[in-house]
């Protein structure tokens, strides 16, 4: 047998990710023919065979990342006829084992069945004769009782460590229940006061992996590099106000049934606050600004970018010219934006160049939270739900439509004092609604 | 084989070539090059608009759909470099590098690093302050990307390599990546330098000559 590593394609390459594998297992190959491919720092590389034979088998599974220098297959040089593609566990009882392994000391009772490859260390220096005595059966098939058994019984006799030839069948045919099993094991752990195995965690099934690997999208990794590079780039703040939406909250009953007939979508509270941060941006330009290096950048136009989120990823398309809407206008923009980004049908200027954002995480029932800013701005706002709740007006308690607004923004550029002015006024704005809706 | 000094290097500055044609001029080189008869190659070029996606790469990064390629004139290719999608176009130096490496290091990291190191030189000589990102491979100005490169290796011998935006209009990136998501990419005209493809060319063939000590035959 050949082992194949994974190469060292340059000094300071540690590792590399199998990519592809272009041999499957049983696979005659020849020296020097491409055996699979590997991707390290942006170069995806052929790798030849160092042997011609047989692959006989793959340790690493394609998109798995390993040190240089790692076996990710062997390959049997004999091109040996009946290796094909059996994995090594699977030995097959058929054939008595050759001289060593017959030495070899069947294994320990307690042990499960999941080793069927012998241990030849212990019995090779007594004579063959001493040890390979008994005819006796494997152990694992002591272990089954003659009739058929459900998975489930299989299971339980695994978790609980019984032996299953103990029990007593009473299903049809004499066949082991559930029940049996829960009553000899009950039974059991009441006669064996000592509980003589370690009745401890359970091992888990053999074979059954505990973890499951899978690569990140593309497009995940692109959210995950630009969220922990946002996290680096700024000196993120989060500041909560309470806002009273009784105002929007009647003027939206009052509405929403005219907007469905007249135009075909719901209204919603977005609409109004992207509205009121619109009112509170141009009071305040520097939430509407960016960095650039030393550099205030303000930004003339007020574009507010919707955090949209998809089935396995988030999107923020853009309200261009969002000073220029009303709330009709905004909603409408809303409702198309999101919509599209779901079909994936955004045009690319359409999830550019935004200068603000909002993120609506309050329609999954979140109060408050702390947003990441979508870089290169310097601020972003979260919506909380909006809840009936009752609130001190006057020595009174009232009973008012409450939403928490949140502003994370870039401490670099923006003072405490300016984000909760820029926050009175969004606040203040939907407090006092004056706006028509359309 | 020509005779050099050092190393050979042929240059040939190809003009505009689809994307189709260009991949297959670089298989025939790399597999002439494997075989010892060719020298290395620069191959210097621009594409049409096209949209090509990287051996590991995944669709749902174009974000635009096919319909809407299409109507934009775009074409799409899946390749065997490596990375991920990427564009080219119009305005955007291509340079494709069939290189045999046992002859120069035998490391695709330093490979990367030195390509990295010509176009960081040659935005030097035009004034641009361009650098690395430590795990983001590409040419960076400021937080933007400049350059771009995928790269296959077979038998140690290079092909496919970088773009450099040079005058490229931007705005198609946003086609492939979703803009709020990915980090923004650059141009040399965006950064106020106006040069033509021909003569950032030009430069970019004398320092790859210098950071991969060759001799560099125009052909």
């Not at chain 1, 060593?100 to 007594?126: N, S």
């Not at chain 1, 998975?151 to 299953?164: F, S």
């Not at chain 1, 000196?235 to 009953?253: F, G, P, Q, S, Y």
């Not at chain 1, 029932?365 to 809840?387: E, K, Y």
Request: glycine share 8%.
């Amino acid at each position: 047998m050949t082992d194949v590593v994974m190469p060292q394609m340059g000094e300071s390459i540690v590792e590399g990710t199998l990519t592809k594998w272009l041999k499957k297992p049983g696979e005659r190959i020849e020296r020097d023919e491409p055996l699979f491919e590997i991707s390290t720092d942006k170069v995806d590389t052929e790798i030849p065979s160092p042997a011609a034979g047989t692959l006989a088998e793959i340790l690493v599974e394609e998109g798995k990342t390993v040190g240089i220098n790692t076996v990710v297959a062997r390959i049997d040089e004999a091109g040996g006829a009946a290796v094909a593609a059996q994995p090594a566990a699977a030995a097959a009882p058929a054939e008595p084992p050759p001289a060593p392994a017959a030495a070899a000391t069947p294994a320990p009772a307690a042990a499960p069945p999941t080793e069927p490859v012998a241990v030849p260390v212990v019995g090779q220096a007594v004579p063959p004769a001493a040890t390979a005595v008994p005819a006796v059966p494997p152990e694992p098939a002591d272990k089954e009782p003659a009739g058929p058994l459900s998975p489930l019984v299989r299971k339980m006799a695994r978790e609980l460590n019984l032996d299953l030839t103990q029990v007593k069948g009473t299903g049809a045919g004499g066949r082991i229940t559930k029940q049996d099993v829960e009553a000899y094991a009950g039974a059991q752990s009441q006669s064996a006061a000592p509980p003589s195995p370690p009745a401890a965690a359970p091992l888990p099934p053999a074979g059954q992996a505990r973890t499951r690997i899978e690569p990140m999208s593309a497009m995940r990794i692109k959210i995950a590099e630009h969220m922990v590079m946002s996290q680096r780039t700024s000196a993120h703040v989060t500041t909560i106000h309470r806002v009273d939406m009784t105002k929007v909250a009647r003027l939206r009953e009052r509405h929403k049934a005219q907007f469905q007939t007249a135009y075909g979508f719901n209204l919603t509270y977005l609409p109004f606050i992207t509205r009121a941060a619109v009112a509170g941006l141009r009071q305040y330009p520097l939430l509407n600004a960016s960095l650039d290096g030393q550099n205030i950048v303000y930004h003339n136009e007020i574009h507010i970018g919707i955090a949209v989120a998809l089935e396995n990823g988030l999107i923020v398309p853009v309200i261009r010219g969002a000073d220029e809407k009303n709330v009709l206008g905004l909603q409408r923009s809303i409702v198309d934006l999101a919509a599209r980004a779901r079909s994936r049908q955004l045009k690319p200027e359409e999830v550019a160049g935004g200068t603000f954002s909002i993120t609506n995480f309050g329609s999954f029932g979140s109060l408050t939270g702390t947003p990441v800013i979508n870089q290169p701005q310097v601020a972003i706002m979260g919506v909380g739900t909006v809840d009936k709740t009752p609130v001190v007006i006057d020595d009174a308690i009232a009973i008012r439509s409450i939403c928490h607004l949140s502003l994370s923004f870039d401490h670099r550029l923006i003072d405490g004092a300016l984000a909760d002015q820029f926050m009175t006024k969004v606040k203040q704005v939907l407090e006092s609604w004056s706006e028509e809706v359309v | 084989m020509p005779d050099c000094t050092t190393r050979c290097c042929c240059l040939r500055q190809l003009g505009r070539v689809d994307y189709a044609s260009a991949l297959e001029l670089q298989h025939q080189l790399a597999a002439d090059r494997k075989q010892g008869l060719v020298p290395d190659h620069l191959l210097l070029l621009e594409h049409p608009h096209v949209i090509t996606l990287g051996r590991n790469g995944h669709l749902e990064n174009v974000l635009a759909g096919d319909d809407i390629l299409a109507r934009a004139g775009i074409a799409f290719h899946a390749t065997d470099r490596g990375g991920d999608v990427t564009y080219h176009g119009p305005g955007q130096l291509v340079g494709y590098p069939i290189l045999d490496l046992r002859d120069w290091k035998r490391d695709v990291g330093a490979y990367v690093r030195a390509v990295e190191e010509t176009i960081i030189a040659t935005l030097t000589d035009y004034g641009i302050a361009a650098g690395r990102i430590p795990k983001l491979t590409g040419v960076w100005v400021g937080g933007r990307k400049i350059a771009a490169i995928g790269v296959h290796l077979s038998r140690w011998v290079t092909s496919h390599g970088f773009a450099l935006n040079v005058s490229t209009d931007l705005s198609y990136f946003h086609y492939i990546v979703p803009c709020g998501l990915a980090m923004p990419v650059t141009s040399m005209a965006a950064l106020g330098v106006r040069a033509s493809l021909d003569e950032v060319g030009a430069k970019l063939a004398v320092h790859f000559a210098r950071i991969f000590d060759c001799e560099m035959l125009e052909n």
